[in-house]
């Protein structure tokens, strides 16, 4: 199975906002930016006893300033893009760490960042995405990024 | 003849890149992220140091790459100043694009990306030499050639690209330095971060631009070393202790380059 959970923060998050401030600066037409952190688990193992651990790492969540969500889909919502390493080394184990504790049953792991857009009061447009990706959220030379049931950046490495 | 440091919120090497760059004879100025850019276009040469600017938000080097005093640099690089980037400043010049410089600007076609074991912080002390014909750049006609020591303190130093610009970056001669161990052999072990090829520093084609990842500034005097055999011996000695160390090498190239290029220019 695969669990996807997202940690953002609850508290001002300084990277989004400069995120939004730079991506202005180039031209892209968004107002509002959501950060989060994705985890991605595959294995055998119990979502809410991974869950339960996840809440005690504290270099992943820290309760005060964190918010920890299961994230049903496998695709990013709209106006999302998720930017994951392209050949991103896939901790693939019996025992799978993460801050030296071993997740039970957790056989691989895989990490992105979430940047969620809003234009105009609403989620940003594909274009809009595309657009932030393209000018600063993407580095493909070495990232992939998915939004709108696209992972856009294969065709620059194909 | 003046060199601007360039300072962005988050930088932290500035200090010792400026009196590295005076030891080695040329007057530096630190340049802040406020400075108006009509003024910062008054430098001979650029260099960019280490830390993490904008706090290495998005990714490493991204955000700076986009600030307005790059647009000088950028220019400035075009018209043929010395550029030099180091550590952090080498991850803003690949994004920026100058470094290889086989695409357009501002749109990377490599990276500093996070280190191989993922991308663990690691400082040590390591060799890196000059690579194939010193000669294209300056800068590197500059060294002696032999290995020269640095400190590699860095999470995101590993090199990567796809394997088309890989390919680019070696038959263009793009590679200016490999890590090696202490007699210049470049070995898998003599790299700290997993870099592709092995690649310490990149240049750009017309060789005034260098992207260079360990940082030099950090072993450019003795007293900077590591307790050991020589630090000791020069304990109770201030000559010995200010005695210039490996790094200053690049610095006195720089030095000597900035003359060659500016009265060709």
């Not at chain 2, 020591?149 to 995101?156: E, K, L, N, R, Y």
Request: hydrophobic share 45%; with cysteine; charged share 20%.
């Amino acid at each position: 199975m695969i669990a996807r959970f997202a940690v953002s923060l609850t508290i001002p998050d300084n990277a989004a906002y400069t995120a939004l401030v730079a991506l202005r600066h180039l031209g892209v037409d968004v107002d509002r930016i959501e950060r989060s952190d994705l985890f991605e688990f595959e294995g055998s193992f119990d979502v809410g006893e991974l869950e339960s651990t996840i809440r005690t790492i504290e270099t992943i969540f820290n309760p005060n300033k964190h918010r920890l969500e299961l994230r049903p889909g496998a695709e990013p919502l709209p106006g999302e893009v998720w930017i994951g390493e392209r050949d991103e080394p896939v901790a693939t184990s019996s025992r799978v760490t993460v801050a030296g504790r071993i997740l039970a049953g957790v056989q691989s792991l895989r990490r992105a960042s979430a940047w969620r857009l809003f234009s105009g009061g609403r989620t940003a447009d594909s274009a809009t995405v595309g657009h932030a990706v393209d000018s600063l959220l993407c580095n493909t030379a070495f990232q992939r990024a998915l939004y709108d049931s696209r992972t856009s950046t294969d065709a620059a490495h194909a | 003849m003046k060199v601007g440091v360039l300072v962005f919120p988050g930088t932290n090497s500035e200090d010792e890149t400026v009196r590295a760059v005076q030891a080695a004879g040329v007057v530096a100025h630190l340049v802040h992220w406020s400075t108006d850019p009509a003024a910062a276009g008054d430098f001979d040469a650029y260099i960019l140091p280490g830390g993490f600017a904008y706090e290495d938000r998005i990714r490493a080097g991204a955000v700076a790459a986009h600030d307005k005093l790059m647009d000088v640099v950028i220019a400035g690089a075009q018209a043929g100043k010395l550029v030099l980037g180091i550590c952090n400043g080498a991850q803003v010049l690949l994004e920026t694009g100058l470094v290889p410089g086989t695409g357009p600007i501002r749109r990377p076609s490599a990276a500093f990306a996070p280190n191989a074991a993922g991308g663990r912080f690691r400082s040590v002390r390591v060799y890196a030499r000059p690579v194939g014909d010193r000669a294209r750049s300056p800068f590197l006609a500059a060294l002696s050639g032999e290995p020269i020591t640095m400190w590699a303190s860095h999470g995101d130093g590993r090199l990567v690209a796809s394997a088309v610009e890989l390919q680019a970056i070696e038959s263009g001669d793009h590679i200016a330095f490999v890590y090696t161990d202490e007699r210049g052999r470049a070995t898998d072990a003599a790299i700290p971060n997993g870099s592709a090829l092995g690649v310490a520093g990149l240049i750009n084609a017309r060789g005034n631009v260098l992207a260079l990842m360990p940082h030099p500034e950090r072993d450019s005097w003795v007293f900077q070393h590591r307790d050991g055999p020589e630090k000791l011996a020069a304990m109770n000695d201030t000559q010995a202790m200010l005695a210039p160390s490996g790094g200053s090498e690049i610095f006195t190239a720089f030095a000597r380059a900035l003359g060659a290029t500016s009265a060709a220019r």
